[in-house]
Nanobody, 124 residues
Framework: QVQLVESGGGLVQAGGSLSLSCAAS????????MGWFRQSPGKVCEFVAC???????YYADIVKGRFTISRDNAKNTVYLQMNSLKSEDTAVYYC??????????????????WGQGTQVTVSS
C-alpha cells in the first residue's frame, strides 16, 4: 500500500501561482511513477502531468509551459508548481502513484494509489 497526502491548495487570483505537494508513505517511492490529475464539478478526471521513475516529465497541452512537475525521492514527495493560473484551472487536484509500466500515463486507470485531493480555486 502507498498512502498519498496532497497539500498546498487554496485560493489565488488569476495570473498567480501555487505549489502543490504530495507526500507518499508505505512503499519505496522511487519505484513509482507519479501523476497529477484534476477534476472540477461536472467534468471527468483530467490528466495534468506525470513524472516517471527516472524523472522524465509529461504534461497535458493545456498546462504545458505553465506547470512544472518534480519529485524528491529522498523526501518521498512529488510537487506541482503552477504558474500563470487561469480560472479554468479551478479543480480538485489529486496525486496518484503507478507501479506499472506507466505507458498510458494519461489514463487515471493505470494509477493504483490516489490521494484525497486538494482544492485549487482561481478567481478571475
Amino acid at each position: 500500500q502507498v498512502q498519498l497526502v496532497e497539500s498546498g491548495g487554496g485560493l489565488v487570483q488569476a495570473g498567480g501561482s501555487l505549489s502543490l505537494s504530495c507526500a507518499a508513505s508505505g512503499r519505496t517511492f522511487s519505484n513509482y511513477a507519479m501523476g497529477w490529475f484534476r477534476q472540477s464539478p461536472g467534468k471527468v478526471c483530467e490528466f495534468v502531468a506525470c513524472i516517471t521513475r527516472s524523472g522524465n516529465a509529461y504534461y497535458a497541452d493545456i498546462v504545458k509551459g505553465r506547470f512544472t512537475i518534480s519529485r524528491d525521492n529522498a523526501k518521498n514527495t512529488v510537487y506541482l508548481q503552477m504558474n500563470s493560473l487561469k480560472s479554468e484551472d479551478t479543480a480538485v487536484y489529486y496525486c496518484a502513484a503507478d507501479g506499472g509500466t506507466n505507458i498510458n500515463y494519461e489514463r487515471p486507470s493505470v494509477y493504483e494509489y490516489w490521494g484525497q485531493g486538494t482544492q485549487v480555486t482561481v478567481s478571475s
